[in-house]
């Protein structure tokens, strides 16, 4: 009776312990461009990396992890536990990633929770007013809003807002934020998102972790070894151990902390891998809707709490982090849009539970297919056994009409549903909505006419030349949320034997027209950067530059939707500039 008394006792204290306990960290670590294949623990012997496969020995791995085929998709449905379609993201350029403004996110949740919330990378969900990450639950964002960055070494970077330089490379310096953030948290709950732009291209790596792989012919090739370039090869393989590096330095920053054993760790990727090179034989890579381009390495760590070595077959994905997170962390989701994803915690104490099957869906432009947990119909109506062919080498679909039929009726509700459409995405931007009275409109984001074109085809992180002409026009759809005085400054390169065009900016509609001019005086005429970094020479992305602030003046906005535009009404030299950047910052309420 004295023993049951006393187990009592110690139960009844380990329970309320439990519910006094401080609530767990949270560091999610989402890369760029990282295939299925691209780690020694999914069985790749042309690289190591230690660090990421000690998260998978400590905590859970699993194999059937799903993501959208390209960028944007996934970092929403991380945001919001649903899939992309249905939260406003409609393509990963021109404004097609932003997040829509009545979805809530992971950052939200925690931030209602009291977590502080920092990010450290890539967000690319929205760079104007209200879509910018620090109105969407972030108290710290360090990085940049676009899709992809041109240059990796010192790069141009943006903090809360404030246009910075980095330091050193790119995953390093972005490291260096998160850790610096952990220390400054580590008193109190924290959200860190270190979202890594690499491997993503273009391909550039400091010799430390190049030197490895120069001129090797690695062992392990792709399914299709005459497509795989070997130069990319050994530019992503340095890449990626240069993540794994940065990855033990997170860990160890928790440990010499005491956090380690606070932290819910999770580790994925957005998509399939950017290139032809290894990937345990899947079919396709990013941009595709095969198993190839959207099933990605996905690892969660928090001890005494998920069961070490967990190898978890179960189909998952994306959009299932944050109903985990919160079931994991005590909190409450925010908002009142139904979530898509399911709560893995089940799987995380016991990776064989019971567990439905389910559908899991992929959607994207031309794109569709559906899997479960032994069947995938890929976007031309072939049905695989996925369990026994992963590589979809072996189409099923006259073994088990059935099966196809009912699977191809999803995929065609989904095509009839989910329209993206053939013109441009034309939601405004948004300005003047955000407490901070900044928001700023890219080159990336805006529509060119006449003679302008990017410096490379791909708008990410391109810039506007061949401004040669009175008839030349730039131009962004916009949603002005408070009426009042705008200081407009603009971003620019100029050689001095090209100083002295008038530039006008104007916003209107049928009902408002307003007009400021300015004159180019100060000529800026900068190198281009990442050219001497790159590995590999480089396709559609384009190089950068540092571009000077040039102030127009000051501009009355209403509340109400117009359009921006930007012209030459004098051009004395060749060209006007490059434009880079509009930034606008309220100065004045009406």
């Known amino acids: 009776m004295l023993v049951a008394r ?115 990378g890539k967000w690319h969900n929205g760079t104007q007013d209200m879509y910018h990450p620090n109105e969407r639950g972030l108290d710290e964002f360090y990085g940049f809003t676009s899709g992809h960055w041109g240059h990796y070494f010192d790069a141009p970077m943006e903090h809360n807002g404030e246009f910075v330089t980095g330091k050193g490379y790119m995953t390093d310096d972005l490291t260096d934020r998160a850790l610096s953030f952990i220390e400054e948290n580590k008193k109190s709950p924290f959200v860190c998102y ?40 050994r530019a992503v393989l340095g890449m990626i151990e240069n993540i794994d590096w940065n990855v033990g330095r997170v860990m160890k920053k928790l440990e010499d902390l005491g956090l380690e054993d606070d932290t819910i760790f999770i580790y994925f990727s ?82 064989s539970a019971d567990w439905a099957d389910r559908q899991y869906l992929t959607r994207w432009r031309g794109m569709a297919s559906v899997r479960n947990q032994r069947f995938m119909m890929d976007t031309e109506n072939n049905l ?48 003047g909505r955000s407490p901070k009275g900044f928001t700023q409109l890219p080159a990336r984001d805006a529509r060119e006419s006449g003679g302008i074109q990017r410096a490379r085809n791909a708008p990410n992180s391109s810039y506007f030349t061949h401004w040669t002409s009175k008839q030349d026009i730039i131009r962004w759809n916009v949603d002005v949320g408070k009426t009042g005085l705008y200081e407009a400054v603009l971003y620019y390169a100029c050689p001095e034997k090209d100083l002295g065009s008038t530039i006008e900016l104007a916003f209107g509609n049928e009902h408002v027209s307003e007009k400021i001019t300015a004159k180019v005086t100060v000529a800026h005429d900068p190198p281009l950067l990442g050219e001497a970094e790159d590995r590999v020479p480089r396709g ?33 030299g ?17």
């Open 6 to 120: 006393l187990f009592m006792v110690v139960y009844l204290l380990c329970v309320s312990l439990q519910a006094f306990a401080a609530p767990p960290n949270v560091v999610i670590v989402l890369t760029d461009d990282q295939g299925w294949g691209d780690l020694s623990i999914h069985g790749n012997t042309n690289l190591s990396t230690p660090n990421i496969d000690t998260l998978a020995q400590e905590g859970a791995l699993f194999s059937r992890f799903y993501v959208s085929p390209l960028c944007a998709p996934t970092r929403a449905e991380l945001l919001t536990g649903r899939y992309h379609f249905r939260t406003g993201v409609r393509g990963v350029t021109r404004g097609r990633g932003r997040l829509n403004l009545d979805e809530s996110t992971v950052f939200d949740m925690f931030k209602q929770a009291g977590y502080s919330t920092g990010m450290f």
């Open 194 to 233: 270190l979202a890594y732009n690499t491997p993503h291209s273009p391909f550039q790596v400091p010799d430390k972790f190049y030197a490895k792989f120069d001129g090797v012919d690695v062992a392990m090739r792709h399914r299709d070894p005459k497509k795989e370039s070997m130069l990319t090869t």
């Open 270 to 351: 957005d998509n399939g891998p950017n290139s032809y090179r290894w990937n345990g034989g899947l079919k396709g890579k990013k941009s595709d809707s095969d198993e190839g381009g959207v099933r990605v390495p996905f690892m969660i760590k928090w001890p005494g709490h998920i069961t070490p070595k967990a190898q978890v077959d179960r189909v998952a994905g994306v959009i299932d982090i944050l109903p985990t997170l919160a079931s994991l962390a005590g909190v409450n989701p925010v908002g009142t849009k139904a979530l898509d994803g399911l709560d893995l915690t089940p799987l995380l104490s016991n990776a």
């Open 384 to 431: 695989f056994d996925i369990e026994k062919d992963p590589g979809q080498r072996n189409p099923v679909t006259a073994q088990h009409p059935e099966v196809a039929a009912a699977f191809k009726k999803v995929l065609d509700d989904i095509r009839t549903t989910v329209d993206y459409g053939l013109v441009e995405y034309s939601r405004p931007y948004s300005v």
């Open 540 to 572: 559609g992305e384009s190089y950068m530059k540092k571009f000077k602030p040039m102030t127009l003046g000051r501009i009355k906005l209403t509340e109400t939707i117009g359009i921006f535009t930007l012209r030459a009404l004098d051009i004395p």
């Open 574 to 590: 060749d060209s006007v500039m490059e434009f880079g950047t509009l930034v606008l910052r309220q100065v004045e309420d009406e």
